[in-house]
T-cell receptor, first 108, second 113 residues
């Protein structure tokens, strides 16, 4: 199946700092989603972004499908941003393939 | 109300017991999925269903079975639970087209002693 690599695996930020998370994938995709998994285990949909750029408040994402990567930007980080961020991609008509995530810790 | 509802949210049981996890959705989606998450890893697909009569195995289906009782309901069963099936289980739904986003339930935390 398709390979999904996320970097960095762990990230520690001071509150207020900005960060960029990266997702590389090994094949063409027709769906790409970013999720935030909170400390209670819930998966929160952040973006559906198979291509292009989207913004939602302090978060934005860009996917360059031709180069097979996506970036998630977090600006002015807050402690509530802590958790694990997953990138997941889909090829064809089947399931999402998940990366192993970036664990973000924001310290006050 | 949540669009994708999983029950129970937490379950502790013993080895050898039969377990059923239930999922219901109000999004009207045809496609439903069961995923499993182990600590430190992303989600992996167990089974998926594109409609009531179409059920397919995923990457890690051994030891699991599913039932699509209706368009809105998709249940996952562990016929004889074993400790290495301890994990966080997610149900998801997807739209008719493969390029539409998937929507996840809040997960079921299953512990098998």
């Amino acid at each position: 199946g398709i390979q999904v690599e996320q970097s960095p695996p762990d990230l520690i930020l001071q509150e207020g700092a900005n960060s960029t998370l990266r997702c590389n994938f090994s094949d063409s995709v027709n769906n790409l989603q970013w999720f935030h998994q909170n400390p209670w285990g819930q998966l929160i949909n952040l973006f559906y972004i198979p291509s292009g750029t989207k913004q939602n408040g302090r978060l934005s994402a860009t996917t360059v499908a031709t180069e097979r990567y996506s970036l998630l930007y977090i600006s002015s980080s807050q402690t509530t941003d802590s958790g694990v961020y997953f990138c997941a991609v889909q090829t064809g008509a089947n399931n999402l393939f998940f990366g192993t995530g970036t664990r973000l810790t924001v310290i006050p | 109300d949540a669009d994708v509802t999983q029950t129970p949210r937490n379950r502790i049981t013993k080895t050898g017991k039969r377990i059923m996890l239930e999922c219901s959705q109000t999004k009207g989606h045809d496609r439903m999925y069961w995923y499993r998450q182990d600590p430190g890893l992303g989600l992996r697909l167990i089974y998926y269903s594109f409609d009531v009569k179409d059920i397919n195995k995923g990457e890690i289906s051994d030891g699991y079975s599913v039932s699509r009782q209706a368009q809105a309901k998709f249940s996952l069963s562990l016929e004889s639970a074993i400790p290495n099936q301890t994990a966080l289980y997610f149900c998801a739904t997807g739209g008719e087209k493969s390029n539409q986003p998937q929507h996840f339930g809040d997960g079921t935390r299953l512990s098998i002693l």
